[in-house]
């Protein structure tokens, strides 16, 4: 979930930039050495589930600095 902090911290800047990138890639790696190999299709699709699912969306939103009620 820090990972998700961090990138909490860069809503501001574009997903195309460098310093999310290198973050997206921390994400990466983290999945990859501590679960699974995440390729770039796995990661996409958790992406996916991201956006299409309101649980995980708020959880991973509330480790990047969003509080819910």
Do not use: W
């Not at 990972?3 to 790696?29: M, N, R, W, Y």
Request: charged share 30%; proline share 1%.
């Amino acid at each position: 979930m820090a990972i998700f902090s961090e990138l909490g911290g860069l809503k501001h800047v574009t997903p195309d930039s460098d310093e999310v990138q290198k973050k997206i890639s921390a994400l990466q790696k983290f999945i990859t050495d501590n679960y699974y190999v995440c390729t770039k299709e796995i990661l996409s699709g958790l992406g996916e589930m991201y956006i299409c699912d309101e649980r995980i969306k708020k959880n991973i939103d509330r480790a990047g600095g969003e509080s819910y009620c």
